[in-house]
Structure formats: C-alpha cells, structure tokens
C-alpha cells in the first residue's frame, strides 16, 4: 500500500540561544491510509519536533534537511519554495489535522468556542454534537464560552472535537489525553479509532499511555535522542522487544504480578539530539555497551519484521520474548512479565490516572 505520510531522512536544526541545535536526526518513517503508528520515548526525544516539521510549525530561522511527502506531494518547510509550491503546500496541509499538547496555548483566548469550531465551515449543530461526544455537558452552552472559562481538560476536549470536525486525511495527535479522565479518555480514542476505521484517516499517536495506546495503534516507533530505535509492530514490541532502550522502558513500568521494593531504571539521564555521542545515542546508559558502539553510529536495519538501531541486537536477541526480565542495569530490580496487548511506552508522565506505567522511572 502507498504510504500517506513518508518521512525521508529527515534532520531539523533549530536555533537556540545564539547557536543551532540538532533536534531530529534521520527519521525514515511511513504511515499508510487507516493506520495508527505511536510515536513514543521520553521527553526531548524529538517525537512533537517530528510532529511540527510535518505541519510546518518549526521555529522561525529552522533548516530542514531530507524530505516530507504527503499524499505523494513533497512539503517543505513553511514559506520555502515558489508561490505555486508554496499554494500546493498549504492545499495539501488542509487534510492534517494536528491535537496539541497544551490546548490553551492554541487557543486565541478572545474567540467563542463556538466561531473557533465553525470559522472551516462546519456548522453550529454538528460542533454541538461533537462537543457533546468528547465529554462536554451542554455543549451548547458551552460554544458561547471563551478560554478562559473553561478548565484545561475542557479545552483539550475542544481541541481534539475541533480536528475531528474537519474529518482530516492525517491526524498527528501530541499527547491528546493527558489532561483528560479516564472515562473522558477512553471516549476520545473510541472516536479517534471509528474515524480512522470508517474513513481511513491515519494516525500518529504521541503519548505517554501504554495501556491507552494498546488498544489500537497498530505500529510503534521508539524514539532516543532525535532517532528512531526501533520501528515495530505492537505487539511483538511489548512482548518481544529489540533494542536495550525499548527493553529498559518496559522493564521499568510498574505491575501487578511483580512485587520489589522499587522500580527497575534505566541509569543515567534522556539526552537530546545535539547532546548525543558520536556513537550510539543510547551508549551513555546501556547496560551492554561495548568500545564499537561509542565509536560507531548504527545504522536502523531490518529485523524481525521491525528495524532497530543497534549493532549487538544479533547478539542479546534471543528469540520471542527475548525482552523479558530485561536488567536495565546497575541496581535495576526484577523486570515485569509483559503482556500481549499492543501498545506504546514513553517517558515522564506516563499513565496519570490510568495505573499505567512510566518511563519517569528512567530519570
């Protein structure tokens, strides 16, 4: 199947006090019509970064190296290129929608929510029923309100509703539950997985939720340090996991079939991408690193229907289920007994109010 989304070694380059940061490296990645793709890893790992250069919505004085197709049209960043590039590129950005992160930021705190949710073209009574679908008690109401009078979970409610009211081709969805309840959350990826089933609209799913993202991503993609480290299926990921980094987040999720006295960790600290090594990003904290891979960098090859980065997976692979238990290193305790749903891990913040776990325990 042709992909929606290709990602073609794409790097980014942002500035930052007086100087230019490294924030993405050589992400290969390709989402087809109906999928669901989790982008995961801790914070500062590029995985918003990822979402942003897809949207145009880099930081001013930005370079962009390699390429971004959507649809099979190239996207270059935001006001590169000639007026009829420029004029194809912002047709092609009307299919993607994007659910931020922090909704209040997005927000123009002097609209209505109701002429925020209709100023595409929808109308009143089917924002209304949106509204009322993600959680929102008398939506109608509601519409009249501004920002300001609404709590952050409300807002993130409207964020998400106002993209699902554009039934866009692509959604690339910034970690669109976390200030929600559990209920609330369970109800918005039930919409977002009907949409996606009914229209074929693709997903790319940013969270912190293992459990949450179990119940539909298809793909996950496990992000260090601006790289990708493993592309895989869901559930060959959570049960038979490639890459050291994947392994440590998973044995670091808490679990009830599992007693210790604290959590297993992963020694050490996230690094960004212009903090990376010269060799693999991951050397600093693997509890296998040999002399080669601070030397070498790795390179993401194929491997057991996935791709992973690293250059000793043929060697601590050891078949299905090769994940569990894994030591993440030094005082790291028992690991859990990982289950078969698929599903994502990540970093600081995982699992608020669902008991799911965290890759917190890293730090």
């Known amino acids: 199947m042709t992909p929606l989304l290709r990602l073609d070694e794409v790097s980014v380059t942002i500035p930052a006090d007086g100087t230019r940061r490294r924030v993405v490296t050589d ?24 979402a942003r250069t897809v949207m145009g919505l880099l ?16 996207l270059p960043p935001a006001g590169s290129g000639n007026r009829a590039q420029r004029a194809r590129t912002v047709t092609a950005r009307r299919d993607i929608g994007m659910i931020f992160q922090d909704a209040r930021a997005h927000l123009d705190p002097r609209q209505r929510v109701g002429d925020f949710m209709t100023e595409t073209g929808a109308s009143a009574r089917a924002a209304a029923e949106l509204l009322d679908r993600v959680g929102i008690d008398d939506p109608l109401r509601r519409m009249r309100d501004r920002p300001h009078q609404l709590s952050g979970g ?5 964020m998400i509703a106002s993209v699902l009211l554009a039934r866009p081709r692509l959604i690339l969805a910034d970690e669109p539950t976390t200030a929600l ?3 609330t959350q369970a109800d918005v990826v039930s919409l977002l997985d009907e949409l996606r089933r009914e229209d074929g609209t693709a997903l790319v799913f940013i969270t912190h939720d293992l459990d949450l993202a179990a119940a539909f991503c298809d793909r996950v993609a496990v992000m260090y340090a601006g790289c990708l ?14 890459h050291p980094y994947t392994r440590g987040l998973l ?21 960004s991408a212009f903090e990376a090594p010269p060799g693999c990003a991951f050397a600093t904290r693997c509890a296998h690193v040999v002399d080669r891979c601070r030397e070498t960098r790795p390179s993401l090859t194929a491997r057991h229907g996935g791709l992973v980065r690293c250059d000793r997976v043929a060697e601590l692979d050891t078949g299905p289920g090769a994940g569990a238990g894994y030591d993440t290193g030094p005082g790291a305790g028992p690991g859990r007994e990982t289950g078969t749903a698929s599903g994502v891990v990540a970093g600081s913040g995982s699992g608020s109010g669902t008991g799911t776990g965290s890759a917190e325990a890293t730090r």
């Open 154 to 158: 409300m807002l993130q409610r409207v």
């Open 181 to 183: 309840d559990v209920t």
């Open 27 to 50: 992400i290969t990645l390709d989402v087809a019509p109906g999928e669901a793709l989790g982008v995961v890893g801790e914070s500062g790992s590029g995985k918003s970064m990822t």
């Open 59 to 74: 930081p001013r004085g930005s370079t962009v190296a390699g390429t971004v197709r959507f649809d099979g049209h190239d």
């Open 229 to 242: 480290q493993e592309v895989r299926g869901a559930d060959l990921l959570l049960t038979a996991p490639l």
């Open 251 to 271: 044995a670091s999720r808490p679990g009830g079939r599992t007693r210790a006295a604290r959590l297993p960790v992963i020694p050490g600290r996230p690094l």
